[in-house]
């Protein structure tokens, strides 16, 4: 069983910057392909990014291109979501997934095994 925790949300300004780290439980060094999505009030839970197991490719939703960019340590069997330029349509609960096996689809929540319980951010305007 891999346990996800999701860390480094908040309240931010439009435009500001925020880092979201994800850890994993399981033996170091284990790896998953990971991803990001999130869920704004009302909506549906959509993906965001995701890396895959070596960290060798990144995925990225439309919206967040050229502004979030996401990495993997594999020794700490961690992700991160660096978030920069953020804007007021950003916010929603973000959520940390994982697959058990390199599935080889990263885009729909079905995709993935695991999930963490979510970190808010909040981008004010």
């Known amino acids: 069983q891999v346990q996800l925790v999701e860390s480094g949300g908040g309240l931010v300004q439009a435009g500001g910057s925020l880092r979201l780290s994800c850890a994993a439980s399981?033996?170091?060094?284990?790896?998953?392909?990971m991803g990001w999505f999130r869920q704004a009030p009302g909506k549906e839970r959509e993906f965001v990014s995701a890396?895959?197991?070596?960290?060798?490719?990144?995925y990225y939703a439309d919206s967040v291109k050229g502004r979030f960019t996401i990495s993997k340590d594999n020794g700490k069997n961690t992700v991160h979501l660096q978030m920069n330029s953020l804007k007021p349509e950003d916010t929603a609960i973000y959520y940390c997934?994982?697959?058990?096996?390199?599935?080889?689809?990263?885009?729909?929540?079905?995709?993935?095994?695991?999930w963490g319980p979510g970190t808010q951010v909040t981008v004010s305007s």
């Open positions: 997934a994982a697959q058990l096996y390199n599935s080889g689809s990263y885009y729909l929540t079905r995709s993935y095994d695991y």
């Open positions: 399981g033996p170091p060094g284990s790896l998953y392909p």
């Open positions: 890396v895959t197991w070596n960290g060798g490719s990144t």
